[in-house]
């Protein structure tokens, strides 16, 4: 029987260390991180999103602003929003919630963000210095996922780690975390020919497709560490991963559930990037 990892404990462990760290960095500055998020229409998910990310700054004691845009928002108003932020010297980190209502260009206002405030990490100019192992922003998930496996023990160093899932968002960048962690890493996805014997060479295998109950015991080894980014509804309304948890927890060795896994790490992630941030403000 596989252990879990339990995702809210050590988030709420990181968020204790955030707080503690602000505190420290206003009565040596005399200002607290911020955080600016931008949501654009009426998307329940992404309204829920932003929520959780206005109480979790408000946890450890960041000033955060939200701007909720009408769904008719033009792209010269988002634009015009985004450089303003970018000068506004109490904001650390801008956040842009995705998915934008079709008629924006998301790309566009991804690179509108300044760099040094894009806490997502979705700007080509910090994509490519994670390429290269020298960044100063993670990507939420990945790096949540990198901090569940640290704070369990878990060393990917010289093991089998394959990821499944390609995705700009947590795919490509998961993989390159690995590969810096010293893990020898495989990417898998649609065309990956005999997806199963391939996933079943993982030492620590990692799951982002969005499909609900996708991977099931024939597609991981024994003691495999099984970490699960999926989330997904069933028909019954009940939250599920990509695992097909009931099957693979008495094979693996630690296994994330669905929820209480990665899920509340995004978040203390982010908190995590504006607060570098805002400390790398403070030093220039």
Do not use: W
């Amino acid at each position: 029987m596989a252990k879990l990892i339990d995702g809210k404990a050590i988030s709420a462990q990181i968020r204790a260390e955030i707080k503690d760290k602000t505190e420290e960095f206003y009565s040596k500055n005399g200002f607290a991180p911020g955080l600016a998020v931008i949501i654009v229409g009426e998307n329940p998910a992404s309204q829920v999103y932003v929520r959780n990310k206005k109480r979790g700054c408000e946890e450890v004691g960041f000033h955060s602003e939200v701007y909720e845009m009408p769904e008719a928002t033009t792209q010269a108003e988002l634009n015009a929003l985004v450089d303003k932020l970018n000068a506004d010297e109490a904001i650390h980190g801008i956040l842009v919630q995705l998915p934008l209502p079709k008629h924006l260009d998301e790309t566009e206002v991804l690179l509108r963000i300044d760099p040094s405030k894009d806490v997502d990490a979705f700007h080509p100019y910090n994509v490519g210095k994670i390429m290269i192992g020298d960044y100063d922003f993670l990507p939420c998930t990945p790096a949540g996922v990198m901090a569940l496996l640290e704070r369990t023990g878990i060393d990917p160093a010289g093991k089998k780690c394959v990821v499944i899932g390609r995705s700009n968002i947590v795919g490509k960048p998961m993989a390159m975390l690995l590969l810096h962690a010293n893990g020898t890493v495989t990417v898998c996805h649609s065309r990956t020919k005999d997806l199963a014997a391939v996933a079943r060479e993982a030492d620590i295998l990692v799951v982002a497709i969005g499909r609900a109950d996708f991977v099931g015991a024939d597609m991981v080894k024994e003691g495999a560490v099984v970490i699960d980014v999926g989330m997904n509804r069933r028909a019954d309304g009940k939250l599920t991963g990509d695992v097909d948890f009931a099957a693979v927890e008495p094979i693996a060795s630690y296994i994330t559930p669905v929820p209480g896994g990665v899920g509340p790490m995004t978040i203390t992630m982010l908190l995590q990037n504006t607060l570098t941030a805002a400390e790398k403000k403070a030093v220039k």
